[in-house]
Structure formats: C-alpha cells, structure tokens
C-alpha cells in the first residue's frame, strides 16, 4: 500500500498496461485523501481507450468528496477522437491533492506532455501498476 504523504500537495499519476488496475488504484487512492478530509483532484486523462474510464464514476465519487475533472462533453469508442477539455489541460493549477489517471501504455504517459506545467511539477510521482 502506498504511504499517504505528509506533504502539503501530492501529484500522482497512475499508468501501466492495459487492464492493470489503473483507474481502481486512482479511485481507492483519491478515496483515501478524501477520507481524511484533504481536497483531492481525481483527473480522468484516458485518450488511449476512453471507454474504460472515470467517467462512469463521476457522480458517485463527487459525492465521496472526490472532485472529478473527466471528459463529458464527447466521448465512446474513438469516434469522437481524443479531445481534451482545458479543465484537463489546466489540472494542476487546481488547489489540494491531484491524482491523474491515464490510459495504458507509453501512449498513456505521453498524454502528460500536454498538462500545463508538468515538466514543473515538483511533487510529480509515476507509480506504474503491475498486475
């Protein structure tokens, strides 16, 4: 289990192979900051295969006290591309914890190279999950 940090601000981002447990890992870890009262940013950047995702948990999860930056405005099976809102771009501008969830693969970690100050981030953390 990871350690919850005692850090004023984390960012995690969760990547791996395709169904490894991404997006679960995400939630459960969004869910714990949420539960100890912190604000917690639980970003939704799967372009890679945008049916397997947060979205479906959105409502759900903000009512844990989890806030949910996920793509609404079009999604389904690559039809609609990979469109990416400002929100998403802009995440890390937000306050409080961020934890971003992306799509599996190299492919899923190249979508970082579009979220605004990334390269930045002092408090960036990858954890790769492994199933």
């Given at each position: ?45 799967d372009t890679v295969e945008p049916a397997y995702c947060v ?16 793509q609404t405005d079009c999604f389904g099976f690559g039809e ?30 190249d979508t970082l190279e579009i979220v605004n100050g990334i ?13």
């Amino acid at each position: 289990m990871l350690k919850m940090s005692d850090k004023t601000r984390i960012v995690e981002v969760f990547a791996g192979a395709y169904a490894s447990g991404k997006s679960e890992s995400a939630i459960n870890r969004a869910l714990q900051y949420a539960e100890r009262g912190e604000r917690i940013t639980l970003v939704d950047l799967d372009t890679v295969e945008p049916a397997y995702c947060v979205r479906p948990l959105l409502r759900e999860l903000e009512g844990l006290g989890v806030d949910v930056i996920a793509q609404t405005d079009c999604f389904g099976f690559g039809e609609a591309g990979s469109y990416v809102s400002p929100l998403q771009l802009n995440c890390l501008s937000r306050e409080g914890n961020i934890i971003i969830d992306v799509g599996y693969g190299a492919s899923g970690l190249d979508t970082l190279e579009i979220v605004n100050g990334i390269e930045d981030e002092q408090d960036l953390k990858i954890y790769l999950i492994v199933n």
